[in-house]
């Protein structure tokens, strides 16, 4: 069994199992001798996090680190997701993401706030890292790892189009996410209509189960499902720390491998 000490972030179900750490160290193997990636650029974080929302499934889970790898930090001259929160103007992307609770499952909730002022193209790549490392720190626990997350995607509020706003969106889409259930809050009729057509595209390619969890909503629709307490503090939820403060302390309780321990 092996589990990191320092792992306090939610929920924990117990140490990682031999399989759980075996699944991981494949990936890193295929990574490395079969896509050409340097050993010392696969960060943990990343490899258990997609490991785990692949199922443990080794070949899926190479190709969702690759997708990740191309489609967003390629893609956004990412070099580096850990760079300290406020090198390049991440400070001003916090906004955009929410600390809420956990779901009736006691898995963790990731919200995604929508509308508002749009981002200039200048703020891409600090608004992409914000959100890997929002991803990962939502993902800090084992409950969450092996069971997926719930993701609210707040669209309500005016925005200020800049031109990138469709570009953004379609990151969002390689992420490697495993939702348990997906909330779109905020949509009006026409936006409905227009969503519904593109899930009914996405159905012709995506797995039907993953297709029906999407479902148009409100807050307190959540608010019975995940209890009150569970929505972001400005919508009537705990109290809760500053999204930058959260994402720093869960990333550092991620429930760690340690596979620098294993050839």
Known sequence: MYEDATASAGTNDGPWTRDEVDAVLAVRKALVSKQGLRPEALGEVELITITCNAKFRVDDAVKKYMTYRQQLLDEYKIADVWAAPDVDGMDAQW?????AGRDEGDRQIMWVQGGGAGTPVAEETPCIRACCQYFFAVHADTRTLRNGITLVINTGGKSSKVGNE????????????????VYILGTTT????????????ASLFAKNKLVARVRFTDMAHIASTCGAHALPEAHGGD???????????RLAAFPLMHLSEYV
């Open 95 to 99: 906004r955009r993401l929410a600390v």
């Open 166 to 181: 469709k570009k953004l969106q379609v990151a969002w889409q390689n992420f490697p996410t495993r939702p348990q259930h």
């Open 190 to 201: 026409l936006m409905r209509v227009v969503i519904n057509g593109l899930i009914a595209f």
């Open 239 to 249: 109290k809760r720390l500053p999204t930058k403060e959260w994402v720093r302390e």
